[in-house]
């Protein structure tokens, strides 16, 4: 038996489990410490009883014979999938059809399990700093990475890769700097795709978050991305489904991969369970779609209270708006991780460490709006006495 070395050789600790650590450790020895936790980016708000009573319903029919259910399909329930189309794309002017349409448990497994799709020898370009997943499973797969420095000077907009990069995750709004791309910004990665025969693995996790009209919420907005692009999105920050898992990979047929996507689905993937698929699609119906604004709505005010809290304070934040998240630059002398110490110990903060998302990310840490708004007023009146 011999070991994947590539899986051995990846650090230590997951970034938030350092983080839990971390703070568990400060919590054991101040058991009596406030902390808040403004760090992960995990929703916070109950689910809308739209949502609740649809999995009820779903619950009841597992429990009667006459509405039983046992294995779906693969790619999920059709019913779901006609709902995505008619809301996420058709209203958008793109045309997908529901073959195309493949519901997950979540973005998470399909950002790693995509990666089968293409043979090991392709080379990966990969935002730095970036959501861990993309770097972690190429490192799995013993991938050459290619990184695209995202800095402040530059907005945090990456350049395009000067060699060839076979595969490119791109993730817009960003997680963690909270950037987004305009519809000529995002034109460029997929002409650049396009003359370089590669594909990008389109991140739309927090397409819910944008509200500038010139801000894609779809790669598909852009003409000749259907042959270049996979769009991976989740109900998690949308619709609060991080618990209930449930997201989407939209693998459009003009890229060639959509039946090899199909078949590796069919062999390894038995489909999302029918409960959370039931919840997901009633995040389509009128009520739904409210109840789901509301939180959403919830959140990107956080997001505002946060952003200009902090710059008041005299901190240089970036991201916040088309986003849940604010990268805020460290004061002069801490690094990130010094900087997430000094806060959990005077203040009792926990926010997430930017070098913990790659070197770039050195310099800065991340805080979530999808934190409790009380924790977030509290926070910043903590912070107020450390300035
Ligand atoms: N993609 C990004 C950029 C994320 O930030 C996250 C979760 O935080 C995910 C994907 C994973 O989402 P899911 O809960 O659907 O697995």
Redesign the pocket.
């Known amino acids: 038996m011999f070991i994947n070395t590539h899986l051995q050789q990846l650090r230590g600790h997951y970034l938030f489990t350092e983080i839990a650590n971390r703070t568990k450790a400060y919590q054991q020895t101040h058991p009596e410490a406030h902390v808040l936790r403004l760090g992960i ?1 995990d929703v916070t708000l109950p689910l809308p009883s739209v949502i609740i009573e649809a999995m009820h319903r779903a619950v009841d029919e597992l429990a009667s014979a006459a509405t039983f259910r046992g294995y779906g399909p693969e790619e999920g329930y059709l019913w779901l999938r006609q709902a995505i189309v008619d809301n996420d794309y058709t209203p958008r002017g793109i045309h997908v059809s529901p073959e195309e349409v493949f519901i997950s448990d ?4 399909d ?1 790693g399990n995509l990666s089968e799709l293409f043979d090991a020898s392709n080379t990966v370009a990969i935002l730095e700093p970036s ?1 861990p ?1 993309y770097v972690d499973t190429s490192r799995m797969a013993g991938r050459e990475i290619i990184w695209l420095p995202c800095l402040a000077q530059n907005n945090f907009y990456p350049a395009l890769p000067k060699q060839k990069a076979d595969i490119i995750y791109l ?1 817009f709004p960003n ?1 963690p700097t909270g950037t987004v791309l305009t519809r000529d910004e995002l034109s460029r990665w997929v002409e650049y795709a396009r003359t370089n025969h590669s594909i990008i693995l389109f ?1 739309a ?1 927090y397409e819910a978050f944008i509200e500038d009209p010139d801000v894609p919420h779809s790669i598909y907005e852009i003409e000749g991305a259907q042959e270049v692009a996979i769009e991976i999105r ?1 109900f ?1 920050k949308t619709a609060g489904f ?1 618990a209930v898992r449930c ?1 989407y990979t939209v693998v459009p047929k003009a890229t060639s991969l959509q039946t090899m996507w199909l078949r590796r689905q069919c062999t390894k993937f038995n489909g999302a369970s029918y409960i959370s698929q039931r919840a997901a699609e009633a995040t389509y119906t009128p009520e739904g779609k409210a109840a789901i604004q509301a939180n959403l709505s919830y959140y990107k005010q956080t997001a505002q209270i946060f952003l200009e809290g902090l710059r008041t304070l005299g901190y240089e934040v970036f991201g916040g708006k088309n986003a849940p998240y604010i990268w805020c630059r460290v004061p002069h002398g801490y690094t990130s991780w010094s900087f997430f110490d000094h806060l959990l110990h005077t203040s009792q903060i926990v926010c997430t460490p930017g070098a913990g998302f790659g070197p770039t990310g050195e310099g800065f840490v991340r805080f979530s709006a999808f934190s409790n708004r009380k924790d977030v007023e509290e926070a910043l009146k903590r912070m107020k006495k450390l300035a």
């Open positions: 980016g979540g973005a998470g497994s950002l959501y997943a993730c997680n991140d996790a989740s998690s991080t997201g």
